[in-house]
């Protein structure tokens, strides 16, 4: 039977041949790698799920994940053993006591970017996009057997259809030169299931897009660039955390789940424990379906709960319309919650499982997790990835970790257009954050202690203004819109209205022309009969008196309707020249 392994440090490459020299994976991993391998014919996405389906199908892990009843079942009372024996901090929606930009010396967005790639791009290159269609849902809880299609169409956290995320914003079209705008459903937001910085910390770093025809992004020459030791762990072992790291979820989950730690690194003595935090969890999807404390008992099985109530106002306007949009009420709360945290508690599983293996893990969990990547019916030992990454221990790990994200940050800094004193001064600020100076000994210094909240002040007051930010610029828009639209119908009615009166204006002087002519002819005609009434008169005729009666006034040369519709015309027309003149520049510049 074929198992899952992993080689040293060698990449597989493109051709078979050069597979056979080089330290192989076990033929159950080999198959799909040469699928993605020889010539990159697949997406990283599909080489993550392929991977997770090996990981599956070949251990005791798919067989304890496809269990129904969770509650009772051996790993969830390892879990709930475990995370007993530490004090219950108070649920925090921060990770860490620093931030991001502390920690790295750059912005979140920044870091994100320089380290792994997009928000968005981390989850499609292991997800792959999410199903755009509001009637379809996967019905049932998430398993192994389902996982591919379920995690398409639901949301991770709360298992409602991803696609129905009733958050509205503007959507912008242009047609032919004008500006449409509308209204539209955000789309769902990508969700680390571990917050970033504990992903890029504490797990294995973050998801790069794949180079064609290797199977893993390799951060190890980055390293040695940078004069950075080289990591020990197999990059099978990280490929498979970080395929588990990433899910779809809805806008309303993610921003209210925001950096709330469900798994944390626990140290007690020498030994370092990887444990799933259950009180945040169910305190999280408390305040989501608005259960009280014995329904949270029940829910997750804990005698004691340390609440947040401060989390009871985030985003209630959001929370309105998810309930609304989802069916969400009294009667069927206590259900979804259940439904709910089943399925975060089995998606966590194979990450606490994976990260569970190393050198100073503690003993119990460590045997368990080892157990569980075995396969009792075909494999007794150890698969040879768990047993190369069983020698690496977590103070290098936690290393590696922060090696190998400085070095992207220095090769993309580098790699900028930026001046080389503006470069010169961010790796300056790399090599000079707290995080760069801490020894492994240290790193858990940054994590929150039993029953601490740093600046709640100030976060209560980031969480208003995002709440105010999030859920009411939809309204104010709205309203605001609809004032800009009144002021331009008034407007309308007054530039429409503007040549009728300039007709009857022009209509009134000439009736008022017409008189004065009239009276003048008069005059002339009788001052002319009583002098020379000899002299035969002629009388206007029509022609003649038409063209006097219509006659310009001298004030407005040229003027009249007409001839501004010509002028409009010849403006148009320059402009039309102008544009092809620039059209024709441009693209000359761009063959040359």
């Known amino acids: 039977m074929s198992s899952i392994g992993t080689p040293t440090t060698t990449t597989t490459t493109t051709t078979t041949n050069n597979m056979k020299n080089q330290q192989q994976f076990s033929p159950a991993v080999n198959k799909v790698l040469a699928l993605h391998t020889k010539g990159g014919r697949r997406t990283s996405s599909e080489l993550c799920k392929d991977i997770r389906d090996v990981l599956y199908s070949t251990t005791n892990l798919g067989v304890t994940l496809k269990d129904s009843n969770l509650g009772n079942s051996d790993i969830y009372k390892h879990i709930l053993k475990r995370f007993g024996e530490y004090p219950i901090n108070l649920p925090n929606r921060r990770s860490l006591r620093l931030s991001t930009e502390d ?87 990508c969700e680390h299931k571990l917050a970033m910085m504990l992903m890029i910390l504490i797990g294995a770093g973050l998801k790069k897009s794949k180079l064609k025809g290797q199977s893993h992004q390799d951060s190890n020459q980055a390293k040695k660039r940078y004069n950075y030791k080289a990591g020990k762990t197999p990059p099978l072992w990280k490929l498979l955390v970080r395929s588990e790291g990433y899910a779809w979820s809805h806008t309303y989950c993610n921003q209210f789940k925001s950096q709330i730690p469900f798994i944390n690194l626990k140290q007690k003595g020498d030994d370092y424990e990887y444990v799933i935090e259950i009180n945040n969890i169910v305190q999280y999807l408390g305040v989501m379906f608005g259960l009280d404390e014995a329904q949270k008992k029940q829910v997750s099985g804990l005698d004691t709960l340390v609440e947040n109530s401060n989390w009871d106002n985030l985003y209630v306007n959001m929370k309105t319309h998810w309930r609304r949009e989802h069916n969400v009420d009294d009667n069927t709360k206590l259900h979804d919650a259940q439904y709910a945290f089943n399925n975060i508690i089995r998606m966590l599983i194979p990450t606490y499982v994976l990260l569970n293996i190393g050198k100073n893990i503690q003993s119990e969990t460590n045997i368990f997790c080892m157990n569980q990547l075995k396969n009792n019916n075909k494999h007794i030992k150890n698969r040879s990835f768990v047993q190369k990454t069983q020698k690496v221990g977590i103070q290098e790990r936690l290393i590696d970790n922060r090696n190998r994200m400085n070095a992207w940050l220095k090769k993309k800094i580098f790699n900028s257009k930026k001046k080389q004193e503006e470069k010169e001064r961010l790796v300056y600020l790399i090599n000079t954050t707290p995080l760069s100076t801490l020894r492994s000994t240290q790193f858990l210094t940054l994590f929150f202690g039993e029953n601490e909240v740093i600046d709640d002040n100030k976060e209560e007051a980031l969480e208003e203004y995002l709440e105010t930010e999030v859920n009411e610029t939809y309204v104010d828009i709205v309203s605001l819109s609809q004032e800009i639209n009144q002021e331009d119908e008034d407007y309308n009615d007054v530039v429409i209205g503007i040549p009728d009166t300039i007709e009857e204006e022009e209509e009134d002087y000439n009736d008022v022309e017409r008189e004065v002519a009239a009276k003048k002819r008069s005059k002339n005609l009788n001052t002319s009969s009583s002098s020379s009434s000899q002299r035969k008169i002629k009388p206007y005729g029509k022609r003649s008196l038409s063209k006097e009666l219509n006659a310009k006034p001298p004030w407005r040369p040229g003027g009249g309707k007409r001839t501004r519709i010509k002028k409009r015309k010849r403006k148009r027309t320059r402009r039309k020249k102008r544009k092809k003149k620039r059209s024709k520049k441009k693209r000359t510049r761009k063959r040359r």
């Open 103 to 189: 920690l790295t010396g750059s912005a979140r967005s920044t870091t994100e970017r320089y380290v792994g790639q997009s928000t968005a791009g981390q989850c499609k290159s292991v997800n792959g996009d999410f199903n755009k269609s509001s009637k379809s849902n996967t019905v049932g809880a998430w398993s192994p057997d389902n996982f591919r299609v379920w995690e398409k169409n639901n949301c991770w956290l709360c298992g409602k259809n991803v696609s129905i995320n009733p958050v509205t914003i503007k959507k912008v079209q242009k047609k032919k030169g004008k500006k449409k705008k509308s209204w539209r459903h955000k789309t769902p937001d």
